[in-house]
């Protein structure tokens, strides 16, 4: 268990910053709905702040709407009602032209990895820099350091099948990673490991947010948010039941 | 799937390119033939040359008429020697006739094929209508009109199953396409989520819609040398005045060049529908 007084500290340095100026929180949701056609709305009246620099965790049974408000961030969804905001801009004005800028902003990670079978770990992560039209120098210099960051140095060669659950989710890490994103967005990202690889897992990510990268993680599995013990925030049938951000102590 | 696609592809543009090199050989047919037409007015044996150098000079001054030429009885005589030079039975008989059978004529030309019936009329008509013995005209028209109602027909047949091919290819280019885009599921939803530009999503169905119609335009050559090589014989220099592979090889690239826009065109368009209603972007 992290420090009651911690956490306070955290969000004592985001309230100064907002204060400084005109600055807006990472992501805001403004009273957000989404429903999807035939169906009880997914997510109802949803409305929250993320700052930059926070590591977030969503939990929820699954279909408490986890991952449709993740798809949200991503701008794979538009709300129904509200809107959600990325440092001020709406996106659900976000141009198709301008979506994949978007993305590189975002570091995706998935419970089935959704790594390409037929390419080894480096031509994964490369792959990634190579869609988006990153120089070949830079892919060279980039793709090793960034497997290095996560402890995959040694395995650049091989290919999904040949590596552990906990391996191929460092890969996507490190595929994630490649854009210095601002966000790191992980939905159920332990889903398939075992206790074991979570943890590490999970570790990667803290390492990841305390060098400034902001993570969104999403899990239905308590041990692990325990084990981050950063905000929580709690979903249930779409809604938000309780979120730390609302009160001075750890509740949910 | 894409062989499917290549070779209906291929049809289309082989009719296309066997329509055009019709089109061509048609136009040129045509031209050679009504460059042949004339109007032999033959005048009666005791007209004299003055008169017909006067019916001459009249006949020119009518618009419609190109040029006239005036074949003499002595003139007549020696082409009809020359032309029936290896026919001893009709020499001889001409020689047993003693003196000259055949007659005077004048050969009009007119600037355009349909003005002979008027010019057949005004001769008809003329105040000379007497001196003329007769007029040969009709048989070449009816030739004539023939080959131009063929090539009608032939054009139209060949643009339906030209465009009825362009459209089935169409169609199974872009079933090929939705497939590939199915299989390649996976690799899309990564790059979209790695944040590759659309255009980087798209360029690689793009391409195969280009590459079906390259290949599809290089085969339609190769069989339209192919037909030209077997159909060469039965043309050139009967039908066609030269060689048709020698024409034909004047104009491949032209007709190849053609092809290829059309077959990169249907290609990118196929794709481009396909991507338009399958991949998500």
Redesign the interface.
């Known amino acids: 268990m992290k420090k009651v007084e911690e956490i306070e500290n955290e969000n004592e340095v985001v309230e100064e910053a907002a204060g400084e100026e005109e600055k807006f929180p990472m992501f805001k949701f403004d009273h957000v709905t989404k429903a999807f056609k035939g169906d009880a709305a997914a997510l109802s009246d949803i409305d929250f702040e993320i700052q930059e620099g926070e590591f977030v965790t969503l939990i929820g049974h699954s279909g408490a709407g986890k991952s449709t408000l993740l798809k949200l961030i991503?701008a794979e969804e538009t709300a129904t009602e509200g809107e959600v905001y990325f440092n001020g801009a709406p996106l659900s004005k976000i141009k198709?032209?301008k979506?994949?800028?978007?993305?590189?902003k975002?570091g995706?990670v998935f419970q089935d990895f959704?790594?390409?079978p037929k390419k080894t770990a480096y031509e994964n992560v490369a792959?990634?820099l190579e869609?988006?039209?990153a120089r070949a120098d830079e892919i060279r210099e980039d793709v090793p350091q960034i497997l290095d960051i996560v402890g995959l140095g040694d395995k650049m060669g091989k290919f999904p099948h040949q590596l552990s659950g906990g391996e191929q989710q460092k890969v996507v890490l490190a595929?994630a990673l490649?854009?210095k994103p601002q966000v790191i967005v992980a939905d159920e990202p332990t889903g398939n490991l075992d206790p074991g690889n979570s943890a590490e897992i999970i570790d990667l990510l803290l390492k990841i947010n305390k060098l400034g990268t902001t993570v969104i993680l999403a899990s239905h599995d308590r041990d692990i948010v325990d084990r981050a013990s950063k905000r929580v925030i709690v979903l249930e049938k779409g809604k938000i039941i309780c979120d730390d951000a609302k009160s001075k102590y750890r509740v949910c | 799937m894409s062989i499917a696609s290549v070779s209906v592809l291929t049809l289309a543009l082989y009719v296309a390119g066997a329509l055009m090199v019709l089109m061509m050989v048609s136009g040129t047919v045509l031209a050679n033939v009504e460059n042949r037409i004339n109007v032999s007015v033959y005048f009666k044996p005791d007209v004299s040359e003055e008169q017909i150098i006067k019916i001459k000079s009249d006949l020119e001054s009518y618009g419609e008429v190109k040029s006239t030429q005036y074949i003499s009885k002595e003139q007549a005589l020696a082409d009809f020697k020359k032309n029936n030079a290896n026919e001893p039975v009709i020499l001889q008989s001409l020689d047993e006739i003693g003196g000259n059978p055949l007659l005077a004529s004048l050969v009009v030309r007119a600037n355009d094929p349909n003005q002979y019936q008027n010019i057949t009329e005004y001769i008809a008509n003329a105040s000379f209508k007497d001196d003329v013995s007769r007029v040969n005209y009709v048989k070449n028209k009816e030739i004539i009109d023939r080959l131009n109602s063929i090539i009608g027909q032939a054009r139209k047949v060949g643009l339906a199953l030209a465009l009825i091919s362009a459209a089935v290819a169409v169609l199974i280019i872009f079933n090929t396409i939705r497939i590939t885009i199915y299989i390649h599921k996976?690799?899309i939803?990564?790059?979209?989520?790695?944040?590759?530009?659309?255009m980087?999503i798209r360029l690689p169905f793009l391409f195969e819609g280009i590459i079906y119609g390259v290949l599809s335009s290089l085969f339609a050559t190769i069989l339209l040398l192919i037909t030209m090589k077997f159909i060469n014989p039965y043309i050139s220099n009967t039908v066609l005045s030269r060689s048709l592979m020698a024409f034909y090889f004047s104009q491949m690239f032209f007709i190849l060049g053609i092809q290829l826009l059309v077959g990169i065109f249907l290609g990118i368009f196929s794709s481009w529908i396909a991507m338009r209603k399958y991949l998500k972007?």
């Open positions: 991503y198709k032209r979506l994949p800028f978007h993305r590189r975002i995706m959704k790594l390409l792959y990634a869609a988006c039209g595929r490649i854009h | 996976p690799e939803e990564v790059m979209r989520l790695v944040g590759a530009s659309n980087f972007i």
